[in-house]
């Protein structure tokens, strides 16, 4: 199937592009009324997951109402830890849960990475059937939680503020933390490769939480077994290199190492200036981001003023995917993702006319 739209594959390979080419972390989501009546169609957040053709139509919700260059699968990073028989469930209001917390070092050595055909399948179906339905019009983005990531909310049993039990493995008990760390790494490789061969286009990892880390443990604990995975990744399907982005919320120190970990891109928050980034990697990897989402908050010329300057700090030039930084809150304004899209559609062919 020929690609129609390749600006986003072309822009991770740092070829030239009419514009910036632009998705949201959380397109499909809460603030669009048309995902909210999906989800309630289904159930609840897990069971949408679980259902392809509801995943696949939330999946297409943001592509009808903006003009988007990827798309990204409707899914989530814990599935896996899922998979691993922990019982996650989404408690209203308080985010994800884990039933059976991994504490203990006998818990660790108990855990199988799950193998991602059979007891994963549901994402696989997901996949397959969102290319079909996609039919060429914009790649599909898989993706994986990061092992630090998963952990944590594998140790934590929830979302964390202070990490304390992960934190209290990883200094007191690091040969545990390094088995659970390992069995993670295999099982995402194993994830994302199954989600290539089902037809991911490009696939990124989430390390949202490697950012609460200090720089060795970050280097030993978290970008050490993203580049583990990432070497055992398969990088060419159907003719196409499949590139990888690594993510890492609050990483803009380690901008050099992650961009030596053998990604094709990095993606940065809006804590990193684009400019300041482009200058230390940009001759390595595309760089993905990074308007700060609250600036959705605001009024659609404070948006336009905003995504001027996070085009300006980049530049003219190639390797720029335009991203926000960390994900569309639930309280945007889906008319104000439309100020963002018309302000970046204006605004960016403007720094690729030597294209
Ligand atoms: O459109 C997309 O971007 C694809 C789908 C996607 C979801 N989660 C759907 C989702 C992706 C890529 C993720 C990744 C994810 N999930 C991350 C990494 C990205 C990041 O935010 O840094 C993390 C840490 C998770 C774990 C997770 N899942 C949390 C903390 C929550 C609760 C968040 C909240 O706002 O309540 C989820 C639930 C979740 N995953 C929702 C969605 C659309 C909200 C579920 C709902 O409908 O209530």
Redesign the pocket.
């Known amino acids: 199937m020929e690609l129609q739209n390749d600006r986003f594959l072309r822009a991770l390979a740092r070829q030239p592009v009419d514009r910036t080419p632009v998705w949201m ?6 603030y669009l009324p048309e995902y909210r009546a999906s ?1 309630a169609d289904a159930g609840s ?1 897990m069971d949408l997951c679980r259902n392809q053709e509801l995943a696949c139509e939330v999946t297409m919700q943001p592509l009808e109402r903006y003009p988007l260059d990827a798309a ?7 599935t896996i830890p899922d998979a691993m028989g922990l019982g996650l469930y ?1 408690e209203t209001g308080e ?2 849960k884990f039933r059976s917390p991994v504490r203990t070092p006998e818990a660790v050595a108990g855990l199988k990475a799950p193998d991602a055909e059979r007891d994963l399948d549901y994402v696989m179906n997901a996949v397959r059937t969102i290319r079909r339905e996609l039919n060429g019009r914009v790649p599909l983005i898989g ?1 994986s ?1 990061s092992p630090w ?1 998963l952990a944590t909310y594998m140790v934590e049993g929830a ?1 964390s503020k202070d990490f304390r039990h992960v934190k209290s493995m990883l200094y007191g008990n690091p040969d545990t933390m390094h088995q659970l760390l390992d069995t993670l790494a295999t099982a995402v490789t194993d994830y994302l490769n199954a989600q290539i061969r089902a037809g991911a286009q490009a696939v990124q990892i ?1 390390d ?1 939480w490697g950012g609460v880390l200090s720089t060795p443990a970050y280097l030993e604990f978290s970008l050490r077994y993203m580049e583990q995975i990432v070497a055992g990744l398969i990088r060419e399907h159907d003719g196409r290199r499949v590139p990888v982005i690594l993510f890492t ?1 609050n990483g803009g120190q380690w901008l050099e190492q992650i961009a030596s970990a053998g990604s094709d891109a990095v993606g940065l928050d809006w804590t990193t200036e684009l400019s300041d980034a482009r200058a230390r990697v940009g001759h390595r990897v595309a760089l993905q981001g990074n308007l700060d989402p609250n600036v959705l908050f605001a009024k659609p010329p404070a948006i336009r003023a905003e995504v001027a300057r996070v085009l300006d700090s980049f530049g003219p030039g190639e390797g720029h995917i335009f991203n926000l930084g ?2 569309i809150s ?1 309280f945007t304004d889906p008319d104000h993702v439309t100020a963002f899209m018309d302000a970046l559609h204006e605004l960016s062919p403007a720094y690729h006319q030597d294209s």
């Open positions: 972390m959380r397109q499909a989501g809460r989800r957040f990204i699968l409707f899914s989530d990073i814990l989404f985010g994800p993706f939680g990531t979302s989430f949202t919320k960390h994900g639930q």
